[in-house]
């Protein structure tokens, strides 16, 4: 079997960025679907392309390749928020892209359900061992405060929301409902995977969360 280094050395630092690249998608698609202790480095490896000796290589363990699989998805989705510009908007505008972005983000990506899924029935460990996730919300969390002063200050806000507990509230919505749409369209009789019925899903959420924010 080669050494985890011999498996690298001949790759340049542009094979090296690929290849990490899409071992990081393959690790998410893989622990979305299975969790840590069901996924299997040979089926990352297999996804990804590449020998599995790259795999420790570059990120030292499956655990550690989990763990980092995790970071970079909330990494991710905070990076997208600040892109947003947020604090260059009137705080109505502002509080209504960041509920619709939120919503569109768990839309686009199945693979953060799944993640936070199995992460939450493994008691969260990771998430809460990694000061880079603790870290990745802290900005958050203060621009939503920020925005609503602002809208207070404007008197369109009204007074006494929590940052926090709004962020749980909003994304709470969300994810709920791409989480467990195909138990609740089996319950309900109706079809919530529709490009309609998401759009009409967004669309009230959107406006519950402003309706519940306004003064």
Do not use: C, W
Request: charged content about 25%.
């Amino acid at each position: 079997m080669p050494s985890r280094r011999a498996a690298a050395s001949s790759h340049t630092d542009a094979d090296s960025s690929a290849a990490r690249t899409a071992i990081l998608a393959a690790a998410r698609t893989e622990f979305s679907a299975k969790g840590l202790t069901g996924a299997r480095v040979n089926e990352i490896a297999a996804r990804a392309g590449v020998n599995k000796q790259l795999i420790y290589y570059y990120f030292g363990s499956k655990e550690d390749l989990y763990r980092i699989a995790l970071e970079v998805v909330y990494t991710e989705i905070r990076t997208q928020e600040r892109s947003l510009k947020l604090g260059d908007m009137q705080p109505e505008e502002a509080m209504a892209t960041l509920i619709g972005f939120s919503f569109d983000y768990l839309a686009q990506h199945p693979d953060f359900i799944g993640l936070l899924n199995h992460e939450n029935a493994q008691g969260a460990q990771h998430v809460r061992d990694s000061s880079a996730i603790r870290d990745t919300n802290s900005p958050l969390i203060d621009l939503i405060a920020k925005t609503l002063a602002r809208g207070i200050r404007a008197r369109v806000f009204r007074r006494g929301i929590d940052p926090v507990e709004l962020y749980i509230s909003v994304a709470g919505m969300s994810y709920f409902f791409f989480s467990n749409r195909l138990t609740l369209a089996s319950i309900f009789d109706r079809d919530l995977t529709s490009a309609d019925a998401v759009g009409a899903y967004r669309k009230h959420v959107v406006a519950f969360a402003m309706a519940g924010l306004r003064a």
